[in-house]
């Protein structure tokens, strides 16, 4: 039976991601690296697992470990990090356990890893010495070394990981190599002659580089309600509806827009817009509510997050909603970003039954889909 070590590397800057280290960005259930850990446990065969990391990272991992109780499991261990990919595999490969028989080594910025591809590349160290994950490429590509030249892309493969290596050839290549290789093949190429093997690789297990790499959705609801009073009309979704009521708030009562507000602060773990907007703040007396959901989108965007979906149904007795839903519709899409097929507003009515069926208040309820930017 394999036993396999797994080298996950997990040392680089992450410059071209910005301020952030995208090792530790939210993703999944935890972050990107420790996404990029998980699915090995599921292995019995895998009996050791080694995260190469500079060790100023160390105490951020060690506390997203803990949260999601990975310090549980003693398979996981750790290993400075190098200047290089190829140092820092080295620096790991001191760490290899005895009895180990097979490596895995693992990009730790390659968070959607699936135990398929994994489970395909340990079968494939069943019968060669080296697995590689390979992927088609969809764009056409050129060569630039020397001007701009289009070649045939069905004749190039895009490198994923893990790859997988036969202890015996990787721990060959890698304490003779004195250079920094492009990748981990290239180095075990440089002294392995075998067959290598190819599996088929995974399109969405990709390498995070740049912020855009990740999406993260989010998903929040908002409620809410205002009596009715006489008065000579209302507002709603931005749209002044004339009619014999009027809405009593302190705002100009926009119902439908503040379940939205409140959806979205929701999503993003934010108070609420009773919070945001205080009752006692004489800055928002019979304000504009469509100027309050532009300070809360400021909100959502400085926060890394936008607007992807939002549905509000609205229950009023009167007045009757249905001529006004497409302008609704149209200065709600404008306010948030999207498209107006990405605004649903469904009206309905009480059936006469409590206080909104009688007519006396108009009450929303909306559901917002965010997704990072």
Not at 17 to 29: M, Q
Not at 67 to 89: M, P, Q, W, Y
Not at 356 to 369: C, E
Request: proline share 3%; net charge negative; aromatic share 6%.
């Amino acid at each position: 039976m394999k036993s396999v070590n797994v080298i996950i590397a997990a040392a680089g800057e992450s410059q071209r991601y910005g301020k952030e280290n995208k090792l530790f960005a939210r993703c999944g259930k935890g972050c990107v690296l420790t996404e990029a850990i998980t699915p090995f446990l599921a292995y019995d065969e895998v009996t050791k697992i080694i995260v190469a990391t500079h060790n100023s990272y160390f105490d951020e991992l060690a506390s997203w470990m803990s949260i999601l109780h990975l310090d549980e499991d003693h398979r996981i261990t750790f290993a400075i990090g190098g200047n290089s990919r190829t140092e820092t595999v080295k620096n790991a490969m001191r760490s290899l356990t005895d009895g180990c028989t097979h490596v895995l080594v693992h990009d730790g910025a390659r968070p959607f890893v699936s135990g398929e591809l994994i489970g395909r590349i340990l079968s494939s160290l069943d019968t060669h010495k080296v697995a590689v994950p390979l992927v088609n490429l969809v764009d056409n590509i050129a060569l630039v070394t020397d001007g701009v030249k289009s070649v045939d892309r069905n004749h190039y493969r895009g490198i994923q990981t893990p790859m997988g290596f036969d202890r015996a050839v990787f721990e060959t290549a890698y304490s003779k190599t004195t250079t920094s290789a492009l990748d981990d093949l290239a180095t075990i190429q440089g002294f392995y002659q075998g067959e290598i093997a190819h599996v088929e690789g995974d399109k969405n297990n990709r390498k995070i580089t740049h912020k855009g790499d990740i999406v993260m959705n989010r998903v929040g609801s908002g409620y809410d309600i205002h009596r009715l009073e006489k008065g000579d009309g209302i507002t709603l979704f931005g749209v002044k509806i004339p009619c014999p009521y009027s809405l009593v708030a302190h705002s100009d009562g926009d119902v439908p827009i503040h379940a939205i507000m409140d959806a979205i602060l929701s999503a993003l773990g934010e108070k609420d817009i009773g919070h945001h907007f205080p009752v006692d703040d004489t800055r928002y007396d019979d304000v504009d509510s469509m100027l309050l959901l532009d300070i809360v989108m400021d909100i959502c965007h400085k926060k890394g997050y936008k607007v992807e979906n939002v549905t509000t149904t609205v229950i009023a007795e009167n007045p009757k909603l249905a001529p006004y839903i497409n302008e609704m519709r149209a200065r709600t899409c404008a306010r948030l970003g999207v498209p107006v097929e990405c605004v649903g507003i469904a009206a309905t009515t009480n059936e006469q039954v409590g206080e909104i069926g009688d007519g006396k208040a108009i009450a929303a309820y909306a559901t917002v889909l965010l997704s990072s930017l």
